[in-house]
Structures are given as C-alpha cells and as structure tokens.
C-alpha cells in the first residue's frame, strides 16, 4: 500500500470508526452501554484536563445511565493514558478525555509509536482554552510582557518555565514565545499542570503558559499574576489581561483543546450513541457554566465526529510543522 493509500485508510478508521470490530461487538452495540465506563485522563488531579473530565463524568453517567469513572493515568505528556486507551478493546467503555497535548504534539516530542490517526476513533469535541502567562508576584514584579522579555534577555538561561510535559501547551507556547521574542529560558517539565502549579507557587519556577482552568483560581486569589493570553482575543474570564498580540508577541498559535476519544473500530452504533450523549451532555447549561468558568469556549468547533476526525488531521500536521521549526524532536 502506498503511502496515500495508507493515509486515506487512516482517516476512514479515525473518521468513522466503522472498521471490522468483530460480530459479537456489533450485535452487543444497541444495548450499549450495560456496565460503567472508564473515562481515562493522562494527567495528575487538579490540572485542566483533569478538571474538564470530572464536570463531564457526573452528567455523562446520568445521560448513560451508567457511571462514567474518571481514572487519572499520568506520565509521558499524556502518551501513557493515550496508549492505554489506544489499545482497550473497541467497546465503548474505556475513552479518552483527550487534549491537544496528548492527541497531536506530544507524540512528535516524546518516543512513542501512537498515531491519532489510526490509533482512534474521533468522537466529540469539547472546547478549547487559551493560555495564560502567569508569574508568581512574590518571586516576580514583571506587570507586562515587556518586563519579563528584558529580565530574560538580561539573563540568559536563568528563567525557568514550567509546562505539564513535553509537546504540551505550555511547553510550546513558552518555546514560541522564546523564538518570537529571541530570549532563552529553561524548560521543567512535569506530569501535569497540579504538580507545576505547586512549585510555580513555591517559587521553584519563574512562570508559566498555565492553561486557564489550572491557573485561574490562584490568579483569583491573588498568588499568581497574568500577564497575557495566547488566544487571538482577551478572556472573557480575564478581560483587563491583553493578549500576546496586544503585548507585542505576535504569530503565537497555540490553543489547549479538548475532546473525547475512543479506541480505533469503534462500532458506528455506540459512537452514534455516545456522540449524542455527550452532545446532550454538553448542552447541560449547568455544564456550560461549569465550563465557562474554568475559562473554555465551547463553540466554534467540529460539530460531528466526521469534523473532528478532519480537524485533528489538520492539528496533526500542523503540530508537527511547529515542533520543527522549534527544533524540537523525540526524546
């Protein structure tokens, strides 16, 4: 097979999930689901993802009428979670509360075989979140960007930013934003956004790309201080906080989503009805505010599983175009 050959086919499994999933599999589809589910998420507690999973997972299992468990499989960016998940069994109980991260750009910077494209079935699409530079302004007096563009240029290779791993949000938003603004700071990398936050607040660490829902209590309370937002628009979480753009940073396009993801072959009949489930799930008002206050913007993306499954190729390719300009290669 040739490698458009071989492409085509990948997209038709991630797409539709209509491969060979065995006649058992097939015939047990319309009395799906008849146990609880596990909804397996790559990061430690108290991060975004992690976060977004748990206000999901209680409508969800009223929606099923069977419990969504929420089980936290840490480590490699998100990779050990997508791998696990990636090889269950395509029944539509073990799903992936996917990220940007874990999906589409970890997978170009940590060693690991998992392609999104053959590797899953897409099934709904959640939100997106923007970034945040937060600082800690016990350690920090930076009030702009600017500030914090000269310290950094001032000492080079002192500052330390932290991310929740490799190929992260964080992680590349930060190295972006070094190459944007031609200073060089130290990455610390960690298992999640909890365990960066933790020592962002201790002081080990210089700042952070947090995304909103990780960062957005402490900046409330006053421990950390924003600077600027990736997003092309100001949060309405955050509206006197400017963007990158409005800072002088300009071309950063980086943006932390969310999505639900299932093994590859996933029988038509449980993604039609988990599709609608979280679709219903979604349009909880109750559940788009818990969203909205976490800082995710819930439209404007793919609307099907069939727009998903186009939109993460497109994320694929262009992740894979950013990590290489960024020099960036499996470690």
């Known amino acids: 097979m040739n490698k458009h050959a071989r492409a085509w086919a990948g997209a038709l499994a991630l797409g539709a999930g209509l491969a060979a999933a065995g006649p058992a599999l097939a015939q047990d589809a319309s009395a799906w689901p008849q146990r609880p589910l596990r909804l397996i998420v790559g990061f430690v507690p108290g991060g975004g993802t992690d976060v977004s ?27 050990i979670a997508a791998d696990y998940v990636a090889k269950a069994d395509a029944d539509g ?3 992936l509360l996917a990220n940007m991260q874990s ?3 970890a997978p170009y910077v940590v060693q690991s075989n998992l392609d999104p494209i053959k590797d899953f079935t897409a099934v709904r699409y959640i939100g997106s979140v923007p970034n945040v530079l937060v600082v800690n302004p016990a350690k920090h007096s930076y009030t702009s960007v600017q500030n914090l563009v000269d ?6 290779k002192q500052l330390l930013y932290a991310s929740s791993g490799m190929g992260s949000p964080q992680h590349l938003s930060a190295a972006r934003f070094s190459q944007i603004a031609g200073v060089t700071m130290e990455h610390v990398p960690y298992k999640g956004s909890g365990q960066a936050m933790t020592d962002l607040l201790g002081g080990s660490v210089d700042l952070n790309f947090d995304t909103l829902p990780g960062a957005i209590n402490q900046i409330q309370a006053g421990k950390l201080r924003p600077l600027a937002v990736t997003s092309a628009e100001r949060s309405k979480r955050l509206p006197d ?3 990158l753009a409005e800072s002088g940073i300009k071309g950063l396009d980086v943006v932390q989503w969310y999505a639900v993801l299932a093994p590859a072959r996933l029988p038509q009949p449980v993604l039609d009805k988990l599709d609608r489930a979280l679709a219903q799930t979604l349009a909880d008002p109750e559940i788009q505010s818990k969203l909205a206050e976490q800082g995710m913007d819930l439209g404007g993306g793919p609307q099907t599983p069939a ?5 993460v190729r497109d994320e694929w390719s262009k992740y894979g175009k950013l990590t290489a300009s960024l020099g960036l290669s499996k470690q």
Do not use: M
């Open 151 to 156: 310290d950094a240029r001032a000492k080079p």
């Open 93 to 95: 109980y073990t799903l």
């Open 241 to 243: 906080v400017p963007t």
């Open 307 to 311: 727009a998903f499954a186009s939109y």
């Open 103 to 105: 999906t589409v750009a």
């Open 53 to 79: 999973a748990r206000i999901l997972s209680a409508r969800l299992s009223t929606v099923l009428g069977q419990q969504v468990v929420v089980e936290n499989k840490p480590g490699a960016s998100g990779l």
